[in-house]
């Protein structure tokens, strides 16, 4: 089934002149195809849920471009992008909830760790070569999580960002 539906989707970003395998899909083009379907035809709950993982995904990539952005020039198209995924996800969750109600809490956390997944990696990979600022920033991130258990949320959370984000960047900044 999930095979169907990559495979339709890809037919669709295909017309309208997309690479369906890039990493990165505009969100206008995502809602294009999605309407299409929509308008076609009724998805399954197994189609809809699929398209709410691609959403969050999208949402995830886009979030992550968007905080590893420098904060002296901000990416603003990865913010309007991730604000827009943040809106189809949404609306397609709320559908998929509507169907499967015992699923809501699932599908916000798995949105978030997508988004987490991306920012982690994207991190890592920024400092794989360096050990010093790996042991930094598990070090922080370690003592940001024990503020947090402990209650000290706003500390907790500046902490976390320092160990997540570049300095110089949104994500450390907001």
């Known amino acids: 089934m999930e095979n169907q539906l990559t495979e339709r989707f890809s037919e669709r970003f295909r017309s309208l002149g997309e690479d369906p395998d890039k990493e990165f899909i505009r969100s206008e083009i995502f809602d294009r195809v999605v309407r299409q379907f929509v308008n076609e035809q009724s998805l399954t709950p197994v189609e809809l849920s699929q398209l709410v993982q691609i959403a969050a995904d999208q949402q995830g990539r886009w979030d992550c471009e968007w905080s590893f952005s420098p904060s002296s020039n901000p990416n603003l198209d990865a913010h ?10 949404m609306v397609l969750a709320e559908s998929l909830v509507n169907v499967t109600p015992q699923i809501k809490e699932t ?68």
Request: aromatic share 10%; with cysteine; glycine share 6%.
């Open 107 to 174: 599908m916000i956390k798995q949105r978030d760790l997508l988004g987490l997944k991306y920012c982690l990696k994207r991190r890592v990979e920024q400092t794989q070569h360096n050990r010093v600022a790996t042991l930094v920033n598990v070090t922080i991130y370690k003592i940001a999580r024990a503020l947090f258990l402990l209650g000290f949320t706003a500390v907790g959370e500046k902490l976390y960002a320092i160990s997540l984000y570049p300095r110089g960047t949104i994500g450390r900044t907001t």
């Open 80 to 89: 309007k992008e991730a604000s827009q995924y943040k809106k189809l996800w």
